[in-house]
DNA sequence: TTAGGGTTAG
């Protein structure tokens, strides 16, 4: 038997000869099992190369080789280079056309590139090349094309290969093939097929349960999600993370907490991504309390703020949204690393609170790194110029966002804009602007026009804003109540009457206000207007009472036009002593210690009576009170809001 | 080769 040194003989071997060296059987073993060795160093070389150039340079070492043609060590630098977003033209596609025989995992490689990166149609035509070459696929490459056919939004591409899972030696019963006609099918917004391929699924694993949870998840059904994932026998930390998700991202924070707890007490360990899912939840409750928590659970499973960048930036929207922009702040300086999403989540947040000039300035600072602002980004500015009645200033950001950042105006943009000039009282100028928007105005700019008009008492112009959002959205009961409000402002009862009956006609009911504030221990208590559930009912009375008493010796007057309905001026004193902030304002002052900050959540906008309410409470009583509406926070400190009176 | 994620205006 002829001994040689594995290294010279793949050196001295003819670069063409790879294919028939693969082939031929007379090649010793020890040769064999050496070149083996060969590949598989080559190929963990290239699993941990994270630069184009990295990839290049192991490029070059299979070169010197000789292992050019090596389908299995291409195959692996095909899926690196496309790991690593390097576009499919030139450089890959040049590998893939240099082999002369290249394998079915080297063609499936290059079919997952285009699959990834688009054009997606390309994957499909590779597949047809392969097959006109008579080389049967492998899994895989279903999985790849089926990835294509999600990206292309194509259900009836999808159709067509999964016809062919069927058709071609029997894939369709493979469980990755599987699980990814489910997710292709969901993707193209098909739930029930998927549905249908999971019921006809001979194995399941706990990704094609997932894949399904997810669905039902995101089309807002979560009592179906929950369903399955009750039925799922061995649920795994992206199981349990769907669930979490999923009621965060469907508005049920309490729901999404509960999941937390169970998935915390059956012992399953936590990840960014499930942190991220639970800092939602807690952004939507609001409450301080729950803030912290979650803060120390994320330092505790080792997603700390400052090292994970998706934890911090989902932190600093949290704490802005829970009424604390220092604290959201503090995670903000404290980043090692800082993306776009930190950027905007800490400008919007400075917006939300009314602190333009942080806003700007935060900005301005992003600009000289090399983080470019994104949409959302623009959002923030334009929103804080608009709170802060910077028109100028935001007029130039919307000019230049294009043709500086490459960023193009849209219909939220517009929303933006409209809120600027509409807020500013320059209303004809809004409307205009809508007139001449280059796409269709959404329910957003008309929204934003409905707002400016109760702001500054235009029932004309409400007019026209309402008729759009009335089409647009015809089941969105605030732009009824918006409308009728900005009527009964302006003493214009008939028409008040008119929108509460097309009101009764639609069918559509007012949510009663309600709000929440902090009391003793972190404990939330819940008043809804006109509400004397409370255990306190008669101390909360008397407190508020006492409180519009000493404001009143000061000069404040019961702003009776809060109200909208067409009844005596005392009915409508009434009225507006039970709303619920001032309630939850009245417990807060009652229950906590002075010094403390109160703060209170409302489900509907703050009216302009119980605003200044809180301006004079926050001076006479020396408290920091901060609210949070559906709108924005106002931060009332010795009798000013940080909003100016201008919300 | 297959499943879960962060910022959005009225």
Not at 457 to 481: R, T, V, W
Not at 574 to 581: A, P, T
Request: aromatic share 8%; proline share 3%; with cysteine.
């Amino acid at each position: 038997m002829v001994k040689f040194c594995t290294k010279t003989c793949l050196f001295i071997l003819p670069k063409t000869s790879y294919h028939q060296l693969q082939t031929q059987s007379f090649i010793p073993f020890s040769v064999r099992q050496e070149q083996k060795i060969l590949e598989s160093r080559l190929v963990s070389v290239l699993h941990g190369c994270t630069h184009i150039n990295q990839v290049k340079q192991a490029h070059a070492h299979i070169f010197r080789k000789g292992l050019e043609h090596c389908c299995f060590v291409l195959a692996k630098l095909l899926r690196t280079l496309t790991k690593l977003d390097v576009p499919m033209d030139p450089y890959p596609r040049l590998v893939f056309q240099q082999v002369e025989y290249p394998n079915p995992f080297l063609w499936t490689a290059l079919i997952r590139g285009y699959a990834l990166q688009g054009p997606f149609m390309e994957s499909v035509l590779l597949y047809n090349s392969m097959r006109r070459q008579g080389i049967g696929p492998v899994s895989f490459t279903f999985t790849a094309l089926l990835k294509a056919c999600s990206a292309a939004l194509d259900v009836n591409l999808g159709r067509q290969v999964h016809t062919q899972t069927i058709l071609i030696g029997g894939f369709g019963s493979d469980l990755y093939v599987g699980n990814t006609l489910i997710d292709m099918y969901v993707k193209c917004g098909c739930l029930g097929c998927g549905h249908r391929v999971f019921d006809e699924m001979l194995d399941r694993d706990v990704i094609s349960w997932t894949s399904l949870i997810v669905a039902y998840a995101k089309v807002g059904n979560m009592e179906a999600a929950s369903e399955l994932f009750d039925g799922l026998p061995m649920k795994d930390m992206v199981a349990w993370t769907a669930m979490v998700t999923g009621y965060a991202q469907n508005a049920r924070p309490r729901e999404a907490l509960e999941v937390f707890e169970r998935m915390q007490a059956a012992g399953v360990k936590t990840d960014e991504v499930t942190l991220v899912g639970v800092i939602s939840a807690c952004a939507q409750l609001g409450a301080a309390k729950y803030a912290n928590w979650v803060r120390d659970v994320a330092e505790q499973s080792g997603f700390g703020p400052t090292s994970n960048v998706v934890v911090g930036s989902a932190l600093i929207d949290m704490y802005a949204k829970c009424g604390s922009v220092e604290d959201a702040y503090k995670v903000f300086e404290r980043m090692e690393e800082r993306n776009v999403y930190s950027y905007s989540s800490m400008i919007v947040g400075f917006a939300m609170h009314g602190l333009a000039g942080a806003a700007m300035e935060l900005f301005d600072e992003m600009l000289k790194t090399e983080t470019k602002p994104n949409r959302v980004t623009f959002i923030g500015v334009l929103t804080a110029c608009s709170h802060a009645g910077r028109v100028e200033q935001g007029q130039r950001l919307f000019a230049m966002m294009e043709e500086c950042h490459g960023v193009a105006p849209s219909e939220d943009h517009y929303a933006c804009m409209v809120d600027l000039l509409g807020r500013a009282g320059r209303l004809e100028e809004a409307l205009n602007l809508v007139k001449m928007m280059p796409m269709n105005p959404h329910g957003g700019v008309w929204g934003a026009l409905l707002g400016a008009c109760r702001i500054h008492g235009n029932p004309d112009m409400a007019q026209i804003a309402a008729s759009h959002l009335f089409e647009l959205e015809p089941n969105g009961i605030g732009n009824f109540i918006l409308l009728s409000n900005i009527y009964a402002s302006a003493g214009r009862w008939d028409d008040v009457s008119k929108v509460r009956k097309l009101m009764r006609v639609k069918g559509l009911k007012k949510n009663p206000g309600c709000s929440w504030v902090e009391g003793k221990k972190g404990i939330i208590h819940e008043f809804f207007a006109g509400d004397m559930s409370h255990p306190k009912s008669r101390e909360i009375k008397q407190a508020l009472e006492d409180l519009l008493d000493r404001l009143m010796y000061l000069g404040y007057q019961p702003n009776l036009s809060s109200v909208a309905y067409d009844i005596s001026d005392e009915e409508k004193k009434r009225l507006l002593m039970s709303h619920s902030e001032k309630l939850a304002l009245a417990f807060g002052l009652l229950t906590t210690n002075a010094g403390c900050t109160i703060r209170i959540v409302k489900n509907l906008r703050i009216c302009e009576d119980c605003h200044s309410v809180m301006c004079g409470a926050s001076q006479i009583t020396g408290r920091e009170i901060v609210v949070r509406d559906n709108m924005r926070f106002h931060h009332f400190r010795n009798g000013r809001c940080s909003c100016d009176n201008f919300w």
